[in-house]
């Protein structure tokens, strides 16, 4: 069995990374993403996916984030990067 340490140095950092992911794909706008994403069913308005996109929501339901990996044809490691605290 394994001994859980808690982390130090705060909370990872993530960032979306779905601009360039969109760019490899060809997707030039946030509204073709969204017609994709609608295409598939999952239902967001393009302001709501803009703020996503830009990294601008602290909340992403795992439906979207679900279309995105569909719709992109990645895994969520593609989609978002993590920038690990420095351990003090």
Do not use: N, Y
């Amino acid at each position: 069995m394994s001994k859980f340490s808690p982390a130090t140095g705060g909370p990872a950092t993530l960032a979306f990374r779905i601009r360039i992911v969109m760019a490899e794909r060809g997707i030039r706008s946030v509204a073709a993403l969204q017609r994709l994403l609608d295409g598939i069913g999952v239902k967001i308005s393009v302001p709501q996916l803009i703020r996503i996109v830009d990294g601008q929501s602290s909340h992403v339901s795992t439906t979207v984030l679900g279309g995105l990996i569909a719709v992109l044809q990645c895994g969520i490691a593609d989609l978002i990067s993590i920038d690990k605290p420095a351990i003090a």
